[in-house]
């Protein structure tokens, strides 16, 4: 079985600051693991993913995310926060070993304040 | 762009009616999947399809079905809709790497009353 959690349903910073959104996964097996992004009344958009190597993974407008094996965590990241990036956020991951089924956690707001 | 295309975009209708939502992709991609969105939940998978006539149950599939008669088109179908089935549905397909990210359309948001 697999499965991710998003310990928090929102998160609240302020233009400039620093964001992390956080992610645990539990697979039984290698994980692939996602962060998607989704605006008011759009679909999810494809933000970054780790399949392995480098722990740290940089993807679209900024985001980065880190992997830890040994915590089983995949944390967003942006250095910098923008306004823009007031969005849910949706974490997913997939065991290497399960060919079709992608498991996604249940969201967090981020709402950047100017 | 995805080229997912997804109808209707939003649907009302009664209890005990049937209801029909499609999804049409334009890149020839083996997989889709259809998913539901509610607050809290995150998505859950319904069902998906690996290819034509060839589909199978997610985790929240009771009192739905499928049918992918064609390779462009993935249709998910209420036989008889519930209040407990208004969500917004999501289609998706998956990309062609091995990680097998998926992309999605723009979603269905359906209302039971």
């Known amino acids: 079985a697999q499965s991710v959690a998003q310990p928090e349903d929102q998160v609240n910073v302020a233009e400039g600051n620093p964001l992390t959104v956080k992610c645990t996964y539990s697979?039984?097996?290698?994980?692939?693991l996602f962060w998607y992004v989704q605006y008011p009344n759009r679909g999810l958009q494809f933000l970054l993913k780790y399949i392995t190597g480098d722990n740290l993974v940089k993807g679209s407008y900024g985001f980065e995310a880190e992997f830890n094996k040994s915590q089983t965590s995949f944390h967003l990241k942006k250095p910098s926060a923008l306004v823009s990036d007031s969005a849910l956020y949706f974490c997913a991951v997939r065991d290497q070993e399960n060919d079709y089924k992608l498991s996604f956690g249940a969201g967090t707001t981020v709402t950047v304040r100017a | 762009d995805a080229g997912i295309t997804q109808s209707p975009r939003h649907k009302v209708t009664e209890t005990g009616t049937p209801v029909t939502l499609r999804c049409h992709q334009t890149?020839?991609?083996?997989?889709m999947y259809w998913y539901r969105q509610d607050p809290g939940h995150g998505l859950r998978l319904i069902h998906y399809?690996?290819?034509?006539?060839?589909?199978d149950k997610g985790e929240v599939s009771d009192g739905y079905s499928v049918s992918r008669s064609k390779t462009e088109d993935f249709l998910l179908t209420l036989e008889s809709a519930t209040s407990s089935q208004t969500s917004v549905y999501f289609c998706?397909?998956?990309?062609?790497?091995?990680?097998?990210?998926?992309?999605f359309g723009e979603g269905s948001r359906l209302t039971v009353l």
């Open positions: 697979v039984s097996g290698n994980p692939y």
């Open positions: 998706a397909i998956r990309g062609d790497s091995d990680t097998g990210e998926l992309f």
């Open positions: 890149e020839n991609h083996r997989y």
């Open positions: 399809s690996y290819g034509v006539k060839d589909t």
